[in-house]
Structures are given as structure tokens and as C-alpha cells.
């Protein structure tokens, strides 16, 4: 017997989404991932958008992914607890010309054709209306009502959650250095022993045309890490704009989008540059001084002084330019190229592949699955009774350890005791924002390590921000060593 | 709801003095709250001595200047509440505070002393291009988690800034075992006090880097190495200038920010240039009833001006309290010019005022040979030899009730350096 049915290689937002939509059926199924947390690649670091469907190419698997899971994220956000907000979106021009007037049109047609409703172009007086901190420059836009936002941790942290209520394993820190078939299926070596299991889905990011290419040798992908860098600002920036502002690609590029977060801050990003490393996550000098100065032709007036952070992301652009969702080979199956829409498409592509998989293994629906999941407590945000009565049950949610964020000790054991739970900062840092304000954690992470190492049992020393080997403390033991 | 007279937001050197000369001023009825498990703010990480020149003549480190403040709080049976936050502040004095005993409590204060202190710049709000890996702390964090837990952070340092807590790690750092490689310094001049760049670089023989900046951060999980590029008058990094460092830690010392989140939250008016509250000469802020003082109000360079001026703010809440009233049409505003940032207070009233008043201020770079001028109108009340004025050292001139007497309500008090 195979140690699993389904192995899902890779717990970002496509592999969390096929966790929780294969959940539905009666699998034994195992979600395996290199880093200490779920959506620790692309999955956390994207513009957090849900993209209505205008952009994407009629007939491919982008549009009728991106179409679907939009609409899924909007009932999920509902029934899974995670932020979604609908803001609307603009694309915008600054010529009123030919050219404009026809990107703006073939925008329009191509959202028309994929299905997406209540789009219409604007003059820019309109668009300023709805937006008065857009420049003076823009002339017409693509207004967008259905386009929306979602906090991209929160949301493939429910998805994991949900998936885990339901019964899948999560094996972390966990690298996959070779696939071979054997008898039942696949056997998958990992830095963590060898896992046997029916049936693979390959939703690793960067690194799928690695593990597709194993299997498929006669039908290699390619995948590019094309790194985005983004600036993100205050929550008092936050008024800057409502809608989230694209800007129509023109001969001279692509433009940036500056849009609100679901938490009330400002993303000004991305750029687009094509690397050739994996793992080369590190922002530019010239690459924020070109995102932030291109921002600018969209939404003259952004306060940059009250910027809390700089990251950047890598997309996983195929060749091919699509997104390949299916069975590459038997019992194979690749969630590989989820570029953009890849976060607003997750939940449609977690869909397929679980009726594919299911269908496949004639698996039956599971009888006692749960549909729901609760989400984080936030004190701040409940009325002062409501604070008062969850403070008397629990007195650490009475506690601030961040203050930028007001987020409480309640909320940080939470993050570390649910399933799969924080095992690291950046994993409490995604799940309940501490550490994400303006003071980037100068003042709540000493506090925070403590409760880290208290509820896991281990040392302050052990303590990582993310994986092994960015402990934040050294050993002192280490120190005299180094000195002798 | 509650009543206190007196609420007194941070137990820190200013919170701590306040209370005590509130109580002195003859109020009973005070509170004190703060968020630490302990009182002592900052102080207690500040493990090093130079504290207490000014208010105890003799030389202190950190936590016992701020042990001779709590014990002159217990000694008054003042009441404090720790591990406690203040969420909400009104225009009206209600204070809403939590903690995991109480829950959720509203105060209606008679009056209210805002002392919450800084903060420190993180990286994000710098810019600094690289990776984001472990190993990068502000100097303040670094101080904390070595001073107070008693942790190894790093072994091979790099500290960016040159500000006071900056320069004191880079000998706290020197002192636990690590080697500190150098300081970079954005501007042409430090940012903290010259003794300290004595102490606390040069008898250590660590170099101090000036118009140079962190350029690159290396080390995808622990810091790896930085680089380090000279800047250009613009402060723009100048290409091929850099310079690699091994290192396993990066501190950040660039600048304090007062932490005012509470005193935006009432609609108190902010000065755009100190980041604090604008206040009278009795640090009133513009809410009726509510006074600033310490590092919340303004970035002081020594505790001792800390304390001085929360003494003064405990005793005007408590002559607020005891009903004092002020006439508020007889505010000037203090203006300043010719290299001077800011002034603290902004408005002074000539015949509300005290006999005499110490306005204090920092200059935006290094100035030698300057006079500092005083101008009520156009008539000139007073001129100071200056041999130098650096931006990392609070200045200050006293001004008498006498010479503004004369003031008409249109006049403005000008401070200004000249030539």
C-alpha cells in the first residue's frame, strides 16, 4: 500500500486550493512543501488581487480559470473566514488616442468574451470622480466593478486549514529531490525519507518544470522566475485610492498598479524582470525607483514617505504562456506556470484537478466533510463588550504584543496552535499581522520569539523567521567557539 | 465611567517624572499607565552610564536613573497599571485602556499627560535593496534582546546610522564578544552626541563612515554580507563605490520617530517637522486638557531634558486640574528660520508664560560660527555666540517673561541662526 493516495508537492495558494477541493472526496492525501510554512514562494508575495477576468486570452485556460475562481473566492471568503473585499478596478490611459481607445476596447471585448459583467469605459473626469487622487493625465479608463481584493496568506492559510480539518497531512521542510514510478504509482524521494503515493499534483511553484520535466521528459516545460518588486505603505496612505488602479500597457510598457490592500495599507508594484535563479527574491535600487516613479504617472500624489516595506516575488511564467492544469502523465498531474492570474484562478484550479483526481481513483465524496473554517479573532475589531467578554475567557487576548497592528497574544498562540500552525515569524506574521506595521516588529519580537519558543517547546535560539538557518538569535556557545 | 484626575500615558522617564511633579504640584489623584511589565521605558535596556549629569549631578546607567524616578513614584503611593494599553484617546479626556485582568476600561480624566515615547525607523521605511533575510535588527530591538534577555545576536556587525543608540551598540556589541566591522553614516555628520562617537567608537577603534550608505543586503535566511556605497551630496548611492563586508548582522540606527498614534487618534495637531504634538509653553497640546512631554513630543538628546520637561508637564495638568485657566488669545508663534528645524514648544503666550521659559530646538546640519538670534517682531530680544551647532545635539535658549511683554497679538517670536 502506497503511503498516500494524492502527495500535492507544494502548500502555496495552487496546492493549498487542490488540498482543500480534493478534501471533498474520500483520499488520503499529503501536502509536502521545502519551506517551515504553507505560502512561503509566490503565494506571498503577489498584489493580493482578484482579477475580475479582462486580461486574460479568450478560450485559455487563464480566462476560464481566473473567471471561475473569482467567483469561488467571492462565496469562500464567506464560508472559509478569509479577507476578500470587492473594491473595482480601473485600467488606465493617458492618451486619449487611437491606440488608447483600442487597448481599452479589446480589454473590454476580451472581458465580454470570458464572461465578466458590468464593464465600461470612462473619460477620465469620470475616473476622477471615483478616484480624485488620479492624475490629471489620464483621459479614459476601463472601469471594472467586479474586480476585487484578498489577503493572499489569509487565504491559503484557510484553504490549508480547511484541508487539515478534513484530514490532510502536511509534511513541512520537506525538498523532493527525485521522482521515479514504481508499481502502485510514484515514489518520491525527499531530504525527509521516501514517500510512496498513488498520484502526484505538481503545484511547485518555480520549481514545477522540475518535477514535470522527471516524469516527462518527452514533453519538457520551462518555467522562468520573473521577479516582481513592490513597495508597500502605512495604513494612513490608505486613502490614496479605493479602486485598484492598472495602467493600460503601452508601447513604452507595462505600467505598475498602485491599489489598497484588504488591510487598509497601499501596494505600489510590480516590475517584471526574468531571472534565472529560483530563489532571487532581493529587491533593486532600480527596480523600486522605476516601479515608484512609474506609480506615479497613475496616482500623482503617493505619500513614499510612509513606506513600511519593499519585497519582491517571482512568478512562474511557462513558455507556453498559459497555465497547464491536468494529467501530464498517469496519475501525474501539473498545476505548473500559475503566473498571474494564478491567485484569483487558485480555488477554479484546486477544482478541476480534484474532479479530475477523483474521477480518476473513483473516489467517493467524503461523508462527514466539513465545508467551513473560523477565522482569526481580532480584538481591536470587536465592540468593547465583545473585547471584554473574549478578554475574561481568555486574558491574553487582553495582551498587545504588536502595536502597530494591535494584534494580541490570543491571537499569536492561535496562529501557532491551529493546523498547520505558525512554526516561524513569518508564519505568524502572515496569519494574524504581527509585525507587519510600521515598526517591522522592532518592538514585538522579542515577545513574539518567546511565545513561539514557549508553545513549540523549544529554545529562544531555535527560533527562525522563516526556515532553518535564519534563527534570529545566535547561541552564545557558538560565540566563545568562534573566539577560542 | 471612572474618574481620575490625572492620567499619565507611558511609565517611562517622562511618564515617571510627570507623575512625580503632578503629585508634588498637589494632586493625589493619578495614574499612571504603561504597557511593559515594568516601569522604566527605555531606560531599562540602557545598561550604559552618562544618565543623570544634569538632574542627580552624578553618573548613572539607564535603569538606575529610572529606579530613582520609581522610587519617588512608590515613595508618593502613586498608582500605575503595567502590562496595560491605552487604545483610544479623546479630545474630551476619556482614556480607553486594556489588559488581561481587566478587560476593557474608559477613564474620564480631568487631564492627560501623553508620554508614549519613539520609535525606531525600520529597514522597509529605508529602502535598502537585497534580500530580507534574518540578522537585520534596529540598534533598539538589538539593545533589548541583549540587555534584558540576555541574547547572542550576531557575531560580525555592520551598523547603518549613527545615532546615540546606534554608537552605544557598536560598543555594547564590541563589549559581548562581536566584531564590529563599521558604522555608516547617511550624512555628512552624526547623528548623535560627539561623547559617544568618542566612547563609544573611537576608543574602540571602529571606523565611522560618513555620506555612505548600505547599498545591497546578501543571505537569503541570515544576513551573509552588505554592501556599503558612498553617497553623493544628494544622498544618492554613487555606483562602483561599494564596498562588501562579511557580516552576520546589520543594525539600523536611523532616526526616532515619536510614537503619536494615539494623540493623531483625538485630533490632536501634529507639527509636520518633530512628528510630535504642537505645544504651548505650559505643553499643552491642542486638545484642552492634554499635554505631551519626552520623547513623544519631540526627540531629546539626554533623559535629563527628558525629565525637566515632564516635571513641568505634571505640573501644569495639575494646575489644569486645580482649575487654572489660560487666556487663548495670547499665543505667538514661534517661528524659526536660517538652519533651525523646529522649537518646542510653538506657541508661547507673554502673559500666561512663567518668568522664564527654555525653548528648545535642533539645526538641520553642522554650523559653525553662527549667532543665535531671537526676534519678537522685528526687534531683536537677544544674540548668542554659537561656535557650533550640530543636528545631533538638542540646543536651547531661555526667554524672560520681561522682554515679551512688550508683545502685540500679531507679533511673532522668531529663532533664527545668522551669520
Given at each position: 500500500m502506497p503511503d498516500y493516495d494524492v502527495v500535492i508537492i507544494g502548500a502555496g495558494v495552487t496546492g493549498c486550493a487542490v488540498a482543500m477541493e480534493l478534501a471533498r472526496y474520500d483520499l488520503k492525501t499529503c501536502v509536502i512543501d521545502k519551506d517551515e510554512d504553507v505560502c512561503s514562494g509566490t503565494s506571498k508575495a503577489n498584489s493580493g488581487i482578484v482579477h475580475a477576468g479582462h486580461d486574460a486570452l479568450p478560450g485559455t485556460l487563464k480566462a476560464r480559470l481566473n473567471v471561475r475562481g473569482s467567483a469561488m473566492i467571492r462565496e469562500l471568503s464567506d464560508r472559509l473566514d478569509f479577507p476578500f473585499r470587492e473594491n473595482g478596478s480601473m485600467v488606465v490611459a493617458t492618451d486619449d488616442d487611437d491606440a488608447s481607445r483600442h487597448g481599452l476596447e479589446e480589454l473590454l471585448e476580451r472581458g465580454i468574451r470570458n464572461g465578466v459583467e458590468d464593464l465600461r469605459i470612462i473619460t477620465g473626469d469620470e475616473a476622477r470622480a471615483y478616484e480624485p487622487n488620479l492624475s490629471e493625465d489620464i483621459k479614459l479608463a476601463l472601469l471594472v466593478p467586479h474586480g476585487g481584493i484578498v489577503c493572499p496568506f489569509l487565504m491559503t492559510v484557510a484553504f490549508a486549514e480547511n484541508a487539515a480539518s478534513n484530514g490532510t497531512e502536511f509534511r513541512f521542510l520537506t525538498s523532493v529531490t527525485g521522482i521515479t514510478r514504481n508499481a502502485e504509482g510514484y515514489l518520491l524521494s525527499t531530504g525527509a525519507g521516501d514517500i510512496s503515493t498513488r498520484a502526484v499534483v505538481n503545484c511547485a511553484g518555480v520549481y514545477a518544470d522540475i518535477f514535470h520535466n522527471m516524469i516527462c521528459p518527452d514533453r519538457p516545460i520551462h518555467i522562468t522566475p520573473r521577479r516582481g518588486e513592490y513597495v508597500l505603505l502605512d495604513h494612513d496612505a490608505g486613502d490614496i485610492t479605493g479602486h485598484t488602479i492598472f495602467r493600460l500597457?503601452?508601447?513604452?510598457?507595462?505600467?505598475?498598479?498602485?491599489?489598497?490592500?484588504?488591510?487598509?495599507?497601499?501596494?505600489?508594484?510590480?516590475?517584471?524582470?526574468?531571472?534565472?535563479?529560483k530563489e532571487d527574491t532581493s529587491t533593486t535600487l532600480d527596480g523600486m525607483n522605476y516601479i515608484r516613479s512609474k506609480a506615479l504617472e497613475s496616482v500623482p500624489n503617493i505619500p513614499y514617505s510612509?513606506?513600511?516595506?519593499?519585497?519582491?516575488?517571482?512568478?512562474?511564467?511557462?513558455?507556453?504562456?498559459?497555465?497547464?492544469?491536468?494529467?501530464?502523465a498517469d496519475g501525474f498531474f501539473d498545476a505548473a506556470g500559475i503566473d498571474s492570474p494564478g491567485l484569483s484562478s487558485a480555488p477554479a484550479i484546486g477544482e478541476m484537478l480534484a474532479e479530475l483526481i477523483a474521477d480518476k481513483f473513483g473516489a467517493s465524496p467524503r461523508q462527514d466533510h466539513i465545508s467551513t473554517r473560523k477565522g482569526f479573532v481580532k480584538p481591536m475589531e470587536l465592540s468593547s463588550e465583545e473585547r471584554a467578554g473574549l478578554i475574561r475567557e481568555d486574558p491574553a487576548y487582553g495582551r498587545i504584543v504588536c502595536r502597530c497592528e494591535n494584534v494580541t497574544e490570543g491571537e499569536i498562540r492561535d496562529a501557532i496552535r491551529r493546523t498547520p500552525g505558525a512554526r516561524s515569524l513569518d508564519g505568524i506574521k502572515r496569519r494574524v499581522r504581527q509585525g507587519m506595521g510600521r515598526c517591522q516588529a522592532g518592538f514585538c519580537t522579542p515577545r513574539t520569539i518567546s511565545i513561539l519558543a514557549e508553545e513549540l517547546g523549544i529554545p529562544e535560539e531555535d527560533i527562525c523567521k522563516n526556515i532553518p538557518g535564519s534563527e534570529i538569535l545566535c547561541s552564545k556557545e557558538d560565540r566563545s567557539d568562534d573566539q577560542a | 465611567m471612572i474618574r481620575r484626575d490625572i492620567v499619565i500615558i507611558g511609565g517611562g522617564p517622562a511618564g515617571l517624572a510627570a507623575a512625580v511633579a503632578a503629585y508634588d504640584a498637589g494632586s493625589r489623584d493619578i495614574l499612571v499607565i504603561e504597557r511593559d511589565d515594568r516601569l522604566g521605558g527605555i531606560l531599562n535596556q540602557c545598561i550604559h552610564n552618562g544618565f543623570g549629569l544634569h538632574t542627580f549631578k552624578e553618573e548613572l546607567t539607564g535603569p538606575e536613573y529610572a529606579d530613582r524616578f520609581i522610587s519617588q513614584l512608590t515613595d508618593r503611593g502613586i498608582e500605575y497599571k503595567l502590562d496595560t494599553i491605552v487604545t483610544d484617546v479623546s479630545d474630551t479626556r476619556c482614556v480607553t485602556y486594556?489588559?488581561?485582568?481587566?478587560?476593557?476600561?474608559?477613564?474620564?480624566?480631568?487631564?492627560?499627560?501623553?508620554?508614549?515615547?519613539?520609535?525606531?525607523?525600520?529597514?522597509?521605511?529605508?529602502?535598502?535593496?537585497?534580500?530580507?533575510?534574518?540578522?537585520?535588527?534596529?540598534?533598539?530591538?538589538?539593545?533589548?534582546?541583549?540587555?534584558?534577555?540576555?541574547?547572542c545576536i550576531g557575531k560580525r556587525v555592520v551598523i547603518l546610522g549613527s545615532g546615540d543608540i546606534g554608537l552605544i551598540m557598536a560598543r555594547r556589541m564590541t563589549l559581548e564578544g562581536a566584531k564590529v566591522l563599521c558604522v555608516a553614516e547617511l550624512m555628512p555628520y552624526s547623528g548623535g552626541l560627539q561623547r559617544n562617537i568618542t566612547q563609544c567608537l573611537d576608543d574602540f577603534g571602529i571606523p565611522l563612515l560618513l555620506s555612505h550608505t548600505v547599498s545591497r543586503i546578501y543571505g537569503k535566511e541570515r544576513v551573509t554580507g552588505i554592501d556599503i556605497s558612498e553617497v553623493d551630496e544628494n544622498r544618492n548611492v554613487i555606483?562602483?563605490?561599494?564596498?562588501?563586508?562579511?557580516?552576520?548582522?546589520?543594525?539600523?540606527?536611523?532616526?526616532?520617530?515619536?510614537?503619536?498614534?494615539?494623540?493623531?487618534?483625538?485630533?490632536?495637531?501634529?507639527?509636520?517637522?518633530?512628528?510630535?504634538?504642537?505645544?504651548?509653553?505650559?505643553?499643552?497640546?491642542?486638545?484642552?486638557?492634554?499635554?505631551?512631554?519626552?520623547?513623544?513630543?519631540?526627540?531629546?538628546?539626554?533623559?535629563?531634558?527628558?525629565?525637566?520637561?515632564?516635571?513641568?508637564?505634571?505640573?501644569?495638568?495639575?494646575?489644569?486640574?486645580?482649575?487654572?485657566?489660560?487666556?487663548?488669545?495670547?499665543?505667538?508663534?514661534?517661528?524659526t528660520s536660517g538652519g533651525i528645524r523646529y522649537s518646542v514648544p510653538q506657541y508661547i503666550s507673554p502673559k500666561e508664560m512663567e518668568d522664564s521659559i527654555t525653548v528648545r530646538f535642533r539645526v538641520d546640519k553642522v554650523y559653525r560660527d553662527r549667532k543665535l538670534c531671537v526676534y519678537l517682531g522685528t526687534t531683536k530680544l537677544r544674540e548668542q555666540r554659537k561656535n557650533i551647532v550640530k543636528p545631533g545635539e538638542m540646543e536651547q535658549v531661555v526667554l524672560l517673561k520681561k522682554d515679551l511683554g512688550s508683545a502685540s497679538g500679531t507679533d511673532t517670536i522668531r529663532i533664527c541662526l545668522e551669520d
Open positions: 500597457p503601452t508601447a513604452k510598457g507595462k505600467g505598475v498598479l498602485v491599489t489598497p490592500t484588504v488591510h487598509g495599507n497601499i501596494l505600489v508594484g510590480p516590475n517584471a524582470e526574468d531571472l534565472e535563479d510612509k513606506t513600511i516595506t519593499s519585497f519582491s516575488g517571482l512568478r512562474a511564467t511557462e513558455d507556453g504562456k498559459d497555465f497547464i492544469v491536468g494529467e501530464s | 486594556m489588559n488581561g485582568s481587566e478587560g476593557v476600561v474608559t477613564i474620564e480624566a480631568g487631564a492627560v499627560i501623553l508620554a508614549m515615547g519613539c520609535r525606531e525607523r525600520p529597514r522597509g521605511a529605508l529602502g535598502i535593496p537585497g534580500f530580507r533575510p534574518a540578522g537585520v535588527y534596529t540598534a533598539g530591538t538589538a539593545q533589548r534582546l541583549v540587555n534584558i534577555e540576555g541574547k555606483p562602483g563605490t561599494e564596498i562588501h563586508y562579511d557580516c552576520d548582522t546589520l543594525l539600523l540606527s536611523c532616526g526616532l520617530l515619536p510614537e503619536n498614534e494615539l494623540t493623531r487618534q483625538a485630533g490632536i495637531s501634529i507639527d509636520r517637522v518633530t512628528g510630535g504634538p504642537d505645544v504651548r509653553d505650559d505643553l499643552e497640546t491642542s486638545a484642552e486638557g492634554i499635554f505631551a512631554c519626552g520623547n513623544v513630543l519631540h526627540v531629546h538628546d539626554l533623559v535629563d531634558y527628558v525629565s525637566q520637561e515632564a516635571s513641568r508637564a505634571g505640573q501644569m495638568a495639575s494646575e489644569f486640574v486645580s482649575g487654572r485657566k489660560r487666556d487663548h488669545l495670547s499665543y505667538l508663534k514661534v517661528e
